[in-house]
């Protein structure tokens, strides 16, 4: 919002040696944040005058450009009193007409310095100026023309221009909308500094009437007031007051004609939106209703638009006639031929404003308003302001026929101890301060005992409880009063115990090389067909997204893969030669129990409704992605690169489980997006943890990584569920080690993993680990059959080993796992 600071001083009486950067402080420390201070035509230097165009002679050019030599009186000003001659190339000007001239030895904006030269033949002592040359606006067809009761010629144009007056851009947030207008920021400055403060609505308006043009309401929520007034007589060629299109300009917005003028004046002054029809064009009676779903119109920006049922219209016996509060309809549009005007000055229901905004794509000054919620007492006054201008700049009559139909919505009151700011902010405020302040910002207050009582003014919809009567208050008093005290020391005993796994889970994963990374976790079809999902797998069951970021993804993810496969081929396509990445992601499931009941806010739900609440909340828990894709070790003059493999995968996993202390086993899977044959299902104990493995091919060509890919994925809250208590470190024994290492020929559908488990069950206490650490396949065995080398390590924590022990051992770890897995020891 930009307000010039001559505006703001017609409504409030700021003190004389008040700076504009004291100004914008104070405003700022009120919520209102300064964006930016502008001063119209910074730069422009030297001579600048009112100047009368005496002669005008067109001269074609050669190079079809006809071009003006001009004689100008500008006074005293060029030191001689002779006319300047000046070639000008604008044509919107004739002999007569009082222009602004600098002369040599001025600068224009962006340093442009003016001197006496020959050109097209002449020589050229000057320029007439354009707006944009000035800086005053981008309009750079015509040069400007003065009104004829503008200063003699010589006089300096700085004043009649209004150049050096500050302009002071705010940044408005979206719940102070009454601070869209001059009437609001003017008020706030009257508030920041105790001036007195002259309401620009307070004005004697005509009564209600029954001469009032015809207006029908269906739907008075949204649309509570409507107020019509009719000027007839109207000069549509009456031009716009300069001060008003310099202050149009000013706050940013473009000067068109006298009517749309003074719709956009008044509403800059007041904050209430006005529109205007052409009298003439209207059929019958005004109707307020909400459209018909599939009716369609076209607004003033000619587009045709389809509308909702959501929206609210204006009509008359034609049909509609506009989308109430956001946009006109072209059919009773204003133009060059309007003569009779009905005023609008209506209050919308904020809520639908935004959403009909939304839903068609329309951004206005009007609807930013009415969106935000506009004060809805104004209605008469603002198009009686309207009425005012139109007369006395347009030649209109004022018809004596007023119509007001509704009332304006009432305020609740809010109740609150008087303390209550004091003890929010700190700061020591005394209860009568309270009252005052509240009375200052436009409430109306009661007192009983240590209660107040207070009622926001119509202006400020933000204001909804005692906490928002907090802030009016201590805003107001100064947040740099606010004391900095340092906050008491939490009292507990650190972190939890699924904090301190989380934490160690990060480390390790960390330790091994993996870096993480946080992706959006919502999801599409396209996301489970990549990861070539079946149909009916219950990873496709989502919960949908009432407001999606992208249509693509309008679901909340199951799985954690989605993402993190992305980001590992958005990094490979970059460049990266590999990558390891995790994610710890919530997923989620839908409960399948339909949407959650909506209970009112003023009442704790009973244990009842707190059942039927969490009952349709989805089934979640937090899951642990790692992707493995290309170079894990690099190449150079020792050797080759190494890529990714399942092996990399479930070492990860074992690596894991291990600094949490927990034994988990692996078992052979068919589960996508995993490669058939090449996936481990992990669990521990009888509880499946996730799946690991190498990732299917077309996976990896859908997510765009190299071949052989690996990744994890592992229930995080199962994981920690799983893991001990207290994580004991390893035993060492300082007694010799018993090696015993065994070839077994299984067949080629038993994993490493049984056989593994297997040995450990025979072996006994005495067995300190086993490891693979060959696997054969070839004809000294057979067809369909493996052999599998295992390194066996036998080691007593109090004695050595004496000759046998070692032995029997392993006999009754190659016999346990000849009994359950087939298992034949290779001679």
Same mark, same amino acid.
């Given at each position: ?24 402080? !104070? ?40 071009? $003006? ?5 500008? &006074? ?15 044509? +919107? ?13 001025? =600068? ?64 408005? $947030?979206?719940? !102070? ?23 620009? =609505? ?6 209600? $009437?029954?001469? &009032? ?19 007839? &007589? ?11 299109? !310099? ?57 045709? !638009? ?11 016996? @034609? ?20 003569? +009779? ?39 008469? /006054? ?12 347009? #030649? ?25 700011? %004091? ?126 970021? @992208? ?75 790692? =992707? ?8 150079? *003059? *020792? ?6 493999? *399942?092996?990399? /995968? ?6 894991? %489980? ?21 996936? /481990? ?55 010799? =080690? ?43 065995? &057979? ?23 070692? #032995? ?20």
């Amino acid at each position: 919002m930009k307000a010039p600071v001559s505006w703001i001083k017609e409504y409030v009486d700021l003190p004389a040696d008040l700076t504009t950067e004291a100004l914008t402080d !104070r405003l700022t420390m009120l919520g209102l944040k300064l964006e930016a201070i502008e001063t119209a035509g910074a730069g422009i230097e030297g001579p600048l005058v009112v100047g009368r165009v005496i002669t005008m002679d067109p001269e074609p050019q050669k190079n079809g450009k006809t071009i $003006n030599w001009c004689t100008v009186d500008v &006074g005293d000003a060029n030191g001689t009193g002779e006319p300047q001659g000046i070639v000008c190339g604008a044509h +919107n000007f004739k002999p007569g007409d009082k222009v602004v001239v600098i002369l040599p030895g001025g =600068v224009l904006p962006g340093n442009f310095e003016i001197s006496a030269r020959k050109t097209y033949g002449h020589l050229s002592a000057g320029m007439i100026c354009s707006a944009r040359e000035l800086g005053l606006g981008e309009d750079h067809d015509g040069i400007i023309v003065l009104p004829e009761d503008a200063p003699e010629p010589g006089t300096d144009a700085r004043a009649v221009l209004g150049l050096g007056e500050e302009v002071i851009e705010f940044e408005i $947030n979206p719940d !102070r909308a009454y601070a869209l207008s001059l009437r609001g920021i003017a008020r706030e400055a009257a508030l920041g500094f105790d001036a007195p403060f002259r309401d620009p =609505v307070l004005r004697d308006v005509p009564a209600a $009437n029954a001469e &009032g043009y015809p207006v029908v309401v269906d739907d008075p929520v949204g649309c509570p007031v409507f107020v019509a007034r009719t000027v007839t &007589g109207f000069d549509p060629a009456a031009p716009t007051p300069d001060w008003m299109a !310099r202050r149009l300009e000013q706050a940013g917005m473009r000067p068109i004609s006298l009517a749309v003028d003074v719709t956009n004046y008044v509403m800059l002054e007041t904050g209430r939106p006005i529109h205007g029809y052409d009298r003439d064009k209207l059929q019958g009676a005004i109707r307020v209703r909400r459209a018909v779903a599939g009716e369609r119109m076209t607004t003033l920006d000619g587009n045709e !638009r389809t509308l909702s049922s959501e929206d609210l219209v204006v009509t008359d016996d @034609s049909g509609i006639i506009g989308l109430g509060g956001v946009m006109g309809g072209e059919t009773t549009e204003m133009s060059d031929t309007t003569t +009779n005007v009905l005023i609008e000055a209506a209050h919308w229901d904020a809520v639908s404003m935004f959403r009909t905004g939304k839903r068609h794509k329309i951004g206005s000054e009007a609807g930013k308003r009415n969106e935000r919620g506009v004060d809805p007492t104004i209605c008469e /006054a603002a198009a009686d302001r309207v009425v005012e201008l139109l007369v006395e700049h347009g #030649g209109a009559t004022a018809e004596p026929g007023v119509t007001v139909v509704g009332v304006p919505p009432e305020a609740a009151p809010i109740e609150i101890d008087a303390d209550l700011p %004091a003890r929010i902010s700190g700061i020591d405020i005394p209860a009568g301060t309270t009252v005052a302040l509240l009375e200052a910002v436009g409430c109306s207050v009661s007192v009983a005992g240590d209660r107040v009582t207070a009622t926001p003014p119509p202006w400020r919809p933000d204001v909804t409880d005692p906490y928002d009567l907090v802030e009016e208050v201590v805003r107001i008093v100064g947040y740099d009063r606010v004391p900095s005290v340092l906050p008491r020391r939490a009292t507990g005993r650190g972190l939890t115990r699924e904090q301190r796994l989380r934490r160690r889970v990060g480390r390790v994963l960390a330790g091994a090389g993996a870096v993480e990374v946080i992706s959006f976790p919502f999801v599409g079809e396209a996301s489970f067909d990549a990861l070539g999902l079946a149909a009916d797998d219950p990873r496709r069951n989502t919960v949908g997204l009432a407001n999606p970021l @992208s249509a693509e993804a309008p679901s909340y993810t199951t799985t954690v893969l989605p993402g993190l496969l992305e980001a590992a081929g958005r990094n490979l396509g970059r460049g990266a030669p590999g990558v390891t990445l995790f994610e710890t992601q919530i997923v989620a499931i839908p409960a399948d129990k339909g949407p959650a009941p909506i209970y009112g806010v003023d009442r704790r739900p009973t244990e009842a409704e707190l059942d039927e609440l969490l009952a349709a909340i989805p089934v979640q828990w937090t899951e642990l992605g790692v =992707v493995l894709a290309g170079e894990q070790e690099r190449g150079g *003059w *020792w050797g080759p690169a190494r890529t990714a493999a *399942w092996q990399d /995968a479930l070492a990860l996993v074992d690596r894991l %489980a291990g600094d949490l202390g927990l034994e988990i086993s692996v078992e052979s899977a068919s589960v996508m997006p995993w490669h058939p044959g090449r996936c /481990a299902k992990v669990t521990a104990g009888d509880v499946t943890l996730g799946f690991a493995g190498e990732l299917h091919p077309k996976v990896c060509h859908a997510f765009g990584l190299p071949e052989r890919s690996a990744a994890v994925v592992v229930d995080l809250d199962a994981l920690m569920r799983q893991a001990p208590e207290v994580v004991s470190g390893p035993v060492f024994s300082t007694f010799p =080690v018993a090696k015993e290492d065994v070839a077994l020929v299984v067949d080629e559908g038993v994993t490493a993993g049984a056989v593994e488990a297997a040995l450990r069950e025979g072996a006994g206490p005495l067995l300190e680990s086993v490891r693979l650490f060959d696997v054969y396949v070839g004809e000294q065995i &057979g067809e369909g059959r493996k052999s599998l080398a295992f390194a066996l390590r036998f080691r007593a924590p109090d004695r050595t080993l004496v000759e046998g022990e070692a #032995g029997a051992a392993r006999d009754a770890a190659v016999a346990r796992a000849a009994e359950l897995t087939g298992a034949v020891q290779r001679a």
